[in-house]
């Protein structure tokens, strides 16, 4: 098979792609009801928990981000749960612990925050690193040990967390493994003159518009979701582009910590959501170069003064795409 589309059309995964594209659009139009101005961040988050993956938000506080969380939360029909992290909070905080029950005389199970669909870290990186390291094992699993004991949540699971800027008083930075469970970090910046004009209007009631905001799809249909993105056809032309495009950011001497095989492995699957998204069935160029930048460049530490974003678009203008 040579380049990038498809061998043979699927009637019933055409018509799968079609069913997921118009309700991807209600649940971004649902969300912009309440986060204005930012349709482009909210298309990228859910890409991103379509691909089954987590997302860091970095930010001042105040911008959006909570909100953005509650209102995926409403919109996907899933329980969601809020951990704010502090110097003091302790890894039982978020993940449970067993507790002596006196009346059976024996130690019982209370589950933590982290049980729950949509798990909104806020804050992440105000917690010591031994509190941060308690979301590693269920991040990349899905799955908490304690004690001894692995308990596996139900899908989905998705963390989406906040994280101040590294120059405000009491935070911690968040170590190498900790940010490559991250699948994007974005950024959702300050709203245009006019949207923050509507968001007064919005914002200003008795009530939070996102306790208003109802369901445009169910939770079982959204794991559909993510089990639809793995059928989207990469090709060996695609999947050598990939790999072309993140030896070649290894190479660079400037990389002093270049991207992980996790990370390719993640481009690949957040491309193959975004292609989801433009109801595609294959896997194509535009699809990496879509989300490369927010995928990797957060992982790597650049030398110099060079952004990670601006070092990956150097790399994605300088690696030809080979047809075949």
């Known amino acids: 098979m040579h380049g990038f589309k498809s061998p043979s059309t699927n009637p019933e995964l ?31 988050v859910v890409i991103a928990m379509t691909a089954r993956g987590h997302v860091l938000l970095l930010d001042v506080p105040g911008t959006g981000k909570t909100m953005l969380a509650r209102a995926l939360s409403a919109s996907i029909d899933c329980d969601f749960n809020r951990i704010q992290f502090t110097p003091d909070l302790l890894p039982m905080d978020i993940t449970g612990s067993n507790v002596f029950n006196l009346r059976t005389k024996t130690f019982e199970f209370q589950k ?52 101040n800027p590294l120059d405000h008083d009491g935070t ?31 914002h200003l009631g008795v ?36 790999v072309d495009l993140v030896n ?17 492995l993640m481009l690949v699957r957040t491309a193959q959501a975004h292609a989801l998204s433009h109801g595609n069935d294959y896997l194509s160029p535009s699809d990496v170069q879509a989300v490369a930048a927010d995928v990797l460049a957060h992982r790597m530490i650049i030398s110099g003064d060079e ?3 601006s070092f990956v678009q150097e790399h994605l203008d300088r690696v030809p795409v080979v047809d075949g």
């Open 14 to 44: 055409t018509a799968r792609i079609r069913t997921f594209r118009d309700q991807f659009e209600r649940v971004v139009s649902n969300v912009g009801r309440v986060i204005l101005g930012k349709d482009e961040i909210i298309r990228k």
């Open 207 to 242: 009530r939070s518009p996102v306790e208003d905001l109802e369901s445009v799809i169910d939770h079982a249909t959204f794991v559909s979701w993510q089990h639809t993105v793995p059928l989207v056809h990469a090709s060996d032309a695609a999947k050598r582009y990939v």
């Open 172 to 202: 911690y930075a968040l170590p190498a493994a900790q940010l490559d469970r991250f699948t994007m970090r974005l950024s959702m910046g300050f709203p245009p003159a006019d949207a923050e004009l509507m968001m007064l209007d919005v």
């Open 112 to 163: 933590g925050p982290i049980f729950t669909n949509i798990l909104l870290a806020d804050e992440l990186n105000r917690a010591t690193p031994k509190t941060q390291s308690a979301l590693l094992e269920v991040m990349a699993e899905g799955q908490c040990t304690v004690e001894g004991t692995t308990h596996v949540l139900p899908p989905p699971f998705q963390v989406i967390a906040t994280m």
């Open 307 to 309: 952004s990670g974003r």
């Open 248 to 264: 070649a950011i290894r190479a660079d001497s400037r990389a002093l910590s270049p991207p992980s095989p996790r990370a390719t």
